[in-house]
């Protein structure tokens, strides 16, 4: 009998849990008019590689409605898809991205610290990035480690002319830095822009609003009431980062128009 009570015992529990993690996936959304755009943070890099074309891959694959990648200049001034400021995180090298050439990047193994199995990933270049993935998907492009704004954001307005750039917010540009954003938006009016944010206050959307289409706050400060204040500014809001289930559940409810993971493949 003991042996029989603690059978039922656990399938109760596997049960509960189980019907925990669909109600997760059908409520998760419910208070939205419509489902949030899904944004694979540096591809799905839950997986894979992050920002290589593994990760991208699989994030077209698993439906995403938005490629996140990170973009910093190299030596000669080519725009390569890397979040940190060095190479020794990702790579099988190390130093400062901006101490290396486009050419000396593209010899890089960047894919070996993630998993053997992704051994021989490159370094893309955001005009790779824009030729093989924009005609698929849109494009979420953060800009990092930015040491000369108007150098950095002329560059950029030059690479993304030579594109033939759809209409829309099919391409946002989005920074921690509130200068480079304000100064780029200026070159480039008709591209929507964001600024990344740690907090939320009426002083800081009030700043932001006049230039900023996507005020995107951390996950940590997105409440119900920051969110509302964003959008009551006219500004969307997409918010990061969703690693775990634990973040995912934290979501629930709440009317972001936009969540970035490293996971699209659990909202797809």
Not at 58 to 65: F, I, T
Not at 137 to 155: F, G, N, Q, R
């Amino acid at each position: 009998m003991p042996q029989l009570l603690l059978g039922i015992g656990v399938i109760c529990v596997l049960g509960i849990y189980a019907l925990y993690h669909r109600r997760l996936k059908t409520i998760e959304f419910a208070s939205n008019k419509e489902k949030p755009l899904i944004i694979a943070h540096r591809g799905s890099s839950g997986v894979y590689p992050e920002n290589t074309k593994a990760a991208f891959d699989a994030a077209v694959n698993a439906g995403a409605d938005y490629l996140e990648l990170d973009i910093q200049l190299s030596k000669d001034n080519c725009f390569m898809v890397i979040h940190d400021a060095t190479i020794d995180r990702t790579s099988n090298d190390s130093g400062e991205v901006n101490g290396f050439s486009e050419q000396e990047l593209k010899q890089l193994d960047m894919g070996t610290w993630k998993n053997a199995a992704y051994k021989g990933e490159v370094m893309m270049t955001l005009p790779e990035v824009l030729s093989a993935y924009l005609p698929k998907i849109s494009l979420l492009i953060e800009v990092k480690h930015i040491k000369d704004i108007k150098k950095t954001a002329a560059l950029l307005a030059e690479e993304l002319h030579k594109h033939s750039l759809p209409d829309g917010d099919r391409i946002i540009i989005q920074s921690f830095d509130r200068s480079f954003i304000e100064y780029f938006h200026t070159l480039m009016p008709d591209i929507a822009v964001g600024v990344l944010v740690r907090k939320v206050n009426s002083s800081l959307v009030n700043s932001l609003r006049p230039f900023a289409a996507y005020i995107n706050p951390k996950i940590t400060v997105a409440t119900p009431a920051n969110i509302e204040l964003i959008q009551k500014a006219g500004c969307k809001c997409v918010v990061w980062t969703v690693h775990t289930e634990q973040d995912r559940a934290r979501l629930a409810y709440k009317k972001m128009d936009g969540i970035a993971t490293d996971y699209p493949e659990w909202y797809t």
